[in-house]
């Protein structure tokens, strides 16, 4: 069965750099969420989108964005990038029940 | 926030049963229980989830309370592939849209042991 993809896998970047993450849903699910896991950390919920519009922020910094775009995939902008942003990225769709994606892991060196 | 309390560790023998609690005292009538795991840095893993009756899948059983304060998951025989962090989790469902988004709390890391 088709599952959630994310990319890329993994990133490096410099402190004060941007980073997009990618994720592609599973096919027919509305609903994307995203979640940032820092080290020895459990998941924390960034932010979600239902049909195309935001439905939910968590504790997202403002130099985060995120958008779903017209195929559902959605985007998560980081900009401004700081050490503490180093983490595992996951993203997750749903139609009823949820399911992850891989993970991107970042580090910002 | 999390709604959910966990034993940190668990240790359980391979082939045997493996019984991770979770205490939901201020679990809401519409909200049911679901049941993740995470191995070693992987995508947390659906195992299952549920209402108030007792469910069971391929791979665990969940036993609820009659008055849906706690539950029970069960890995009837664990092996060394289970050795994951596994985390209950309480929120309305299951359905998508707003206010579906998971909380995570602390979870059970659970090491089955050769």
């Known amino acids: 069965a088709a599952g959630v993809i994310q990319s890329p896998r993994h990133l490096i970047k410099e402190k004060r750099e941007t980073a997009t993450l990618k994720c592609y849903p599973i096919?027919?699910?509305?609903?994307v969420y995203w979640y940032q896991q820092g080290p020895g950390q459990d998941p924390q919920f960034l932010i979600s989108f239902y049909e195309k519009m935001q439905s939910d922020k968590g504790s997202i910094p403002d130099r985060f964005s995120a958008q779903q775009f017209s195929d559902y995939h959605s985007e998560l902008n980081m900009s401004s990038l700081e050490l503490g942003d180093s983490a595992l990225y996951f993203c997750?769709?749903?139609?009823?029940?949820?399911?992850f994606g891989p993970g991107t892991r970042l580090t910002v060196l | 926030d999390a709604k959910t309390t966990q034993p940190t560790s668990m240790d359980c023998a391979e082939g045997r049963a493996a019984n991770l609690p979770c205490n939901h005292s201020?679990?809401?009538?519409?909200?049911?229980v679901y049941w993740y795991r995470q191995i070693h840095s992987q995508g947390p893993q659906y195992i299952i989830h549920g209402l108030k009756n007792n469910e069971t899948n391929e791979m665990a059983s969940l036993i609820i309370t009659e008055d849906r304060k706690s539950s029970t998951l069960i890995l009837p025989h664990a092996t060394l592939r289970d050795t994951a962090v596994y985390y209950c989790i309480v929120r309305p469902g299951p359905r998508s849209g707003t206010g579906n988004q998971f909380y995570f709390g602390t979870g059970t890391s659970l090491t089955v042991i050769p």
């Open positions: 096919p027919r699910h509305d609903t």
């Open positions: 201020t679990i809401s009538g519409n909200e049911y």
């Open positions: 997750a769709s749903s139609l009823d029940t949820q399911y």
